[in-house]
């Protein structure tokens, strides 16, 4: 595997620690949103039961006649796994060390787990569905169609449940998702045919309103009782600090805790789609 850069290894750590966190606090066993409809109560008690719905959803979309899937960005391997109990042969792309632990518990050799990125990925298998669930955001678009094409079988699927973001002139405080416009023209030059299209933005954005609530009522407390801790113990330490990193810890300031990352502002700046394609003969 190429060096990581300091982006990815970030964004893996986050990933990580939402995942030893969920599993711990909640017994979540996804690392996806919660889905959220037929009136579940937007609770954290009931992400648990929210993330199964996302589940059940995204397998509902499968088409009669794969038989073999690709599961790119893997997470925890729960999909891959309940993919396997429906019956279908499923192989899996994670680049994370600390999951892939856990996926091989969890799918004993039932399953081949290339341990890379899907940017990396070498391989001269070929499936009916390569599958991307909330995996496809953080993946280099155009790598992510060109690997796709060369993995499918002819009249295979591209599978895609994730994130994009609206192109609005303010981009808002929350990162993540590639430019929909951006990627809607890149896959209209490839043999990919739309054939399923939802838009579950509605049904995902309750998400932020909880990580908002979380982030307000529990991590801001946590993190100002620590300083009050630490200003007491080492009152010279924390104001070299303090002043030292006063533009970073602005900026994060700022970022999680000035508003502007509720489930409102969600569907302001970000969409979230299914998208599911076939390959079309070249
Ligand atoms: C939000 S999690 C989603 C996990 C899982 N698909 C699910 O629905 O629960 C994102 C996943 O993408 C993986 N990932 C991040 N960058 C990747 C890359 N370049 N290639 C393949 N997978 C990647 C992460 O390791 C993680 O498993």
């Not at 680049?95 to 632990?101: E, F, G, K, L």
């Not at 569905?129 to 993995?151: G, R, V």
């Given at each position: ?5 300091k982006k990815?290894i970030s964004r893996?750590v986050g990933?990580e620690v939402g995942?030893i966190c969920?599993?711990y606090f ?147 405080l929350?990162g ?35 990580m908002n609530d979380i982030l307000h009522n529990v991590v801001r407390p946590v993190v100002n009782a620590g300083m009050r801790l630490s200003e007491s113990r080492y009152p010279m330490v924390v104001k070299f600090l303090k002043w030292k990193y006063r533009k970073k810890m602005d900026k994060l300031g700022n970022k999680y805790f000035s508003g502007g990352r ?21």
């Amino acid at each position: 595997m190429t060096k990581k850069s300091k982006k990815e290894i970030s964004r893996e750590v986050g990933l990580e620690v939402g995942s030893i966190c969920g599993k711990y606090f909640l017994k979540l066993d996804h690392l996806h949103y919660g889905y959220w409809n037929g009136g579940l109560d937007v609770d954290i008690t009931n992400l648990h039961t929210a993330q199964d719905k996302y589940a059940e959803f995204a397998i509902s979309h499968i088409p009669d006649g794969v038989k073999t899937i690709l599961d790119v960005g893997c997470g925890t391997g729960q999909i891959a796994k309940m993919l396997i109990d429906a019956g279908y042969k499923v192989d899996c792309v994670s680049p994370s060390d600390y999951m892939n632990r856990h996926i091989r518990e969890l799918l004993g050799d039932k399953s081949r787990i290339f341990e890379c990125t899907y940017e990396e990925i070498e391989t001269t298998n070929k499936y009916d569905m390569i599958w991307f669930c909330e995996s496809f955001q953080y993946i280099d678009p155009e790598k992510a169609l060109s690997n796709t094409i060369e993995l499918l079988n002819d009249g295979g699927y591209l599978f895609i449940c994730d994130i994009f973001r609206r192109d609005t002139k303010n981009k808002g405080l929350m990162g993540g998702g590639h430019d929909i416009n951006k990627f809607h023209d890149l896959v209209e030059q490839t043999p990919f045919k739309l054939i399923e299209n939802k838009d579950i933005t509605e049904q995902t954005a309750p998400n932020m309103d909880l990580m908002n609530d979380i982030l307000h009522n529990v991590v801001r407390p946590v993190v100002n009782a620590g300083m009050r801790l630490s200003e007491s113990r080492y009152p010279m330490v924390v104001k070299f600090l303090k002043w030292k990193y006063r533009k970073k810890m602005d900026k994060l300031g700022n970022k999680y805790f000035s508003g502007g990352r509720s489930g409102e502002d969600f569907k302001k700046f970000k969409t979230y789609q299914l998208l599911l394609y076939q390959k079309q003969a070249l």
